[in-house]
């Protein structure tokens, strides 16, 4: 019968639409699988650590230095290794020199070997030594105004210290010293600074041979 035909071919034409939707459907998805590009992983985070090398610690200048120790008088102090340290025989009015004394009053440091150590007048070192120690067996009962009024204080081994420059006019060159005072117990200290002029100039070096010295006790 014509209705019998009809009904078959309009299913067969259903079933033809289906697997024709079914067959484009999995065609588009497999084209658009194709054509998609991954997207990229994200690379690892950088965890490398930069080692920050120690910068050097300075270098001691005085670590080879020579070392002049007085143990009767209770100090050391560092000295450049081709200086000499001499002191006068006979105490401070002896004129003769002797090397490597460890137990005077009186240390003279000095660029050339002294021929002359005592002291001319009171105060009054060598000229040609440029650091000279001198302890006293009594300390002084002020440290201010021994000089002159110009002076400025600072510190020798944690002791309290005067400093005074000198600038006045003189035909002697061992005058022209700058002169350091402090105490320690019952003991009185001073130091002499070869002066370069009047003006109160000396060595920069002298700065550092003070910075090495150091009470025993």
Request: proline share 7%.
């Amino acid at each position: 019968m014509k209705l019998v035909r009809t009904a078959q071919g309009f299913v067969q034409i259903v079933i033809i639409a289906v697997m024709a939707l079914v067959i484009g459907a999995a065609a588009i998805y497999g084209y658009q699988k194709l054509t998609t590009k991954p997207s990229p992983s994200p690379s690892p985070t950088d965890r490398s650590i930069r080692l920050i090398e120690p910068s050097p610690s300075p270098t001691d200048e005085t670590a080879n230095w020579k070392v002049y120790t007085n143990k009767v008088f209770g100090y050391s102090i560092k000295y450049p290794g081709f200086w000499f340290d001499q002191g006068p025989y006979g105490g401070q009015a002896g004129y003769d020199c002797l090397e490597n004394i460890d137990y005077g009053a009186i240390a003279e440091f000095s660029k050339t070997k002294l021929t002359d150590c005592g002291f001319v007048g009171e105060q009054l070192p060598p000229q040609e030594a440029d650091v000279t120690i001198w302890v006293l067996n009594e300390k002084f009962p002020s440290l201010e105004k021994i000089i002159s009024p110009n002076y400025s204080v600072t510190q020798i081994a944690g002791e309290k210290a005067t400093k005074y420059p000198f600038t006045e006019k003189s035909e002697l060159p061992n005058i022209q010293a700058t002169r350091i005072y402090f105490n320690r117990g019952n003991k009185g200290y001073i130091i002499f600074l070869k002066q370069l002029d009047n003006k109160g100039t000396y060595d920069k070096l002298y700065d550092q041979i003070l910075s090495t010295f150091r009470f025993l006790e």
